[in-house]
């Protein structure tokens, strides 16, 4: 499974962006797929996800209210609109896969997803 983030950029604080995630290899009909980010010199960080058949969806409390995941079944992709952007947003984004379902206790950790690609820059400037 190849998992591709794309759509980073810089934009200004209270800007917005599309993410996009591209998965290949395989065609995902169930499990989790997730949006994480890592910020120069800090730890890997959930945003949120999204269970790919029942389209339920979780977000970290950073970003709720300002982004929103959604994915296209037909396309096998996954996006992530981000708006009202602050500096703080600045990092990689990447979209990792699982093909489980975890309980919402457990889809915040980085180590549950099984198959992770190359991220995408996102730098909000002040």
């Known amino acids: 499974v190849q998992l591709q983030a794309c759509g980073g950029g810089l934009v200004q604080a209270g800007g917005s962006l599309r993410l996009s995630c591209a998965a290949s290899?395989?065609?995902?009909?169930?499990?989790?797929m997730g949006w994480f980010r890592q910020a120069p010199g800090k730890e890997r960080e959930f945003v949120g996800c999204?269970?790919?058949?029942?389209?339920?969806?979780f977000y970290a409390s950073s970003v709720k209210d300002r982004f929103t995941i959604s994915r296209d079944y037909a396309k096998n992709s996954m996006y992530l609109q981000m708006n009202s952007l602050k500096p703080e947003d600045t990092a990689v984004y990447y979209c990792?896969?699982?093909?489980?379902?975890?309980?919402?206790?457990?889809?915040?950790?980085?180590?549950?997803?099984?198959?992770w690609g190359q991220g995408t820059l996102v730098t909000v400037s002040s």
């Open positions: 990792p896969a699982t093909d489980a379902n975890y309980v919402l206790s457990s889809v915040s950790e980085p180590d549950k997803y099984d198959y």
């Open positions: 290899g395989r065609t995902f009909s169930s499990g989790t």
């Open positions: 999204i269970r790919w058949r029942s389209n339920q969806r």
